[in-house]
């Protein structure tokens, strides 16, 4: 799949701040950029990397056809049911919805993360007294929350 990105785009990508926030109209490329940022960088073993979307049928509408195009004919373990890529080294790439409870992304240790359409996620996705992992962070881990304004 050949991308063509443009120099606003590549600066966000290449900007060295681990938290990066997107606030953009419709149309900008949102998802485009989410699925850049997830894979511009090269993958250690064993690592995870998530796009978190509101809803998890969101997920699979938005980023899951262009995300298996991207990996097609590569020696790659893609599940369906799970909407997540394992490449041979052991990384995973992951769509989550959070429509199911904060409770269903915490616990796992996870590298690179975005948030996409973040407004539409309940508090506690982030931030709050029940939280997940992403607010407890390591110099490791890469965020991108990403939002539509109208």
């Given at each position: ?145 990403v939002h539509q304004v109208?």
């Open positions: 799949m050949d991308w063509i990105i443009d120099a606003t785009r590549k600066e966000i990508l290449k900007h060295p701040a681990r938290f990066k926030i997107l606030s953009c109209g419709r149309r900008w490329g949102k998802s485009m950029v989410s699925l850049l940022f997830l894979l511009h960088k090269p993958f250690k073993p064993n690592e995870r990397r998530w796009i978190v979307f509101p809803t998890y049928r969101q997920a699979k509408m938005v980023s899951w056809s262009i995300l298996k195009s991207v990996f097609a004919q590569k020696n790659v373990s893609i599940n369906e049911t799970e909407l997540s890529i394992t490449l041979d080294n052991g990384a995973k790439i992951e769509l989550k919805g959070a429509d199911r409870g904060e409770d269903s992304l915490r616990g796992v240790s996870v590298n690179m993360v975005v948030m996409d359409e973040y407004a539409f996620m309940k508090e506690n996705v982030w931030g709050g007294s029940h939280t997940t992992n992403f607010s407890r962070n390591t110099k490791e881990q890469h965020y991108l929350l109208d």
